[in-house]
């Protein structure tokens, strides 16, 4: 199973367990949600692999988690077109309102932690 297969299947997440798996997916995700050119991806593997790092270094505390996603999107800012940039905010929204509203509906669902690494 390719890597792009992996992204685009419900089950990937239970699939995807390492670092490297990790920051290709969301690397994936990100290039083709935001349309990202060549130049973007390059720029883009180092700010997900900081992230990793500062994750791996701080825990996995929510407030640990907040200010390194805050420090991850500033990164990001720098390397996108002011649309992608929104876009990705855009799409960061509407992923927590349908994460919201799926544990309202599903009490006691816990996300896994491969699914926060994911996310930001």
Not at 42 to 61: E, M, S, V, Y
Not at 95 to 116: C, M, N, R, T, W
Request: hydrophobic share 35%; glycine share 2%.
């Amino acid at each position: 199973m390719t890597m792009a297969s992996l992204c685009h299947s419900q089950d990937s997440l239970s699939v995807l367990t390492g670092r490297n798996d990790i920051i290709s997916a969301t690397s994936l995700k990100l290039t083709r949600e935001l349309s990202l050119s060549n130049q973007q991806q390059k720029l883009l593997h180092p700010i997900l692999d900081n992230r990793w790092n500062d994750l791996a270094k701080t825990g996995q505390k929510p407030t640990n988690r907040q200010s390194i996603d805050q420090k991850t999107i500033t990164d990001l800012k720098k390397i996108l077109t002011e649309e992608q940039f929104a876009l990705f905010l855009k799409l960061r929204t509407e992923k927590s309102i349908a994460k919201q509203k799926y544990l309202s509906e599903h009490p006691g669902y816990v996300f896994s932690p491969q699914d926060a690494d994911l996310e930001f």
